[in-house]
């Protein structure tokens, strides 16, 4: 039933909202339980879709979701291993997506060379100015890990911006996709700033968890027209 649908929609937004207050005024106890309804909340929104258009989910999007949202439990607790944990499992929905784009029809083959290359690089040589800056504050174990994942995330954006230029999606899906993939790159990006960075201006989770809760809405929202 579609009423379910935006159940789930308020689910997500009242929960989001109030994990973002707890954010901003700093108060784990609001940020902890909140967190983890957040992408179950996304996932509610696009099974129940899938059910009321009688079409069926992708296992790439469902398993993308659930990485991400083991992601997200992972990285409440503190220190290193956890952060660790929480990583591998972003960087193993990032592949997820990558595969719901190109399952979604993605046609290379009217993509423009000059346009793979550019877009390409436009995300390679920001995640490589990131962590010119970032390089002093990162542990060394950790430098070249996280490089690989924040590269892991580029190639999704990367992904979800073919998948719109080759008119493989109607034009609000690839959209909003492209829109959400670039919220959750800027999430990751301001995530080791205020992970890692002690003069960084971000002080907060309170950006991370507006740009990465959105993006991942959007990412599967705009999934969601193709069905």
Known sequence: MLYLVWMYVAMFAIFTGIHLYGSFIKKDALRGPTKVVILLAILGMYLEFAHYKGADPSMF??????????????????GVKWFTAGGIAFW???????????????????????????ISLVYAI???????????????????PMLLYLLTNGAMNVFAWFRLLSGSCTLPGGILTGIGALMFFISDCSLFFVRFHKNSRIKSHFTVMLTYSLGEFLIVLGLMFLM
């Open 61 to 78: 999007v469902v398993f993308a979701i659930l990485a991400s949202w083991l992601g997200d439990v992972l990285l409440i607790p503190k």
């Open 92 to 118: 193993i929905s990032h592949f997820l997506f990558i595969f719901a784009y190109i399952e979604s029809g993605i046609v290379f083959s009217r993509l423009s060379p000059i346009v793979v290359v550019v």
């Open 126 to 144: 920001t995640v490589i100015i990131l962590f010119s800056k970032l390089k002093k504050s990162l542990p060394k174990a950790l430098f070249y």
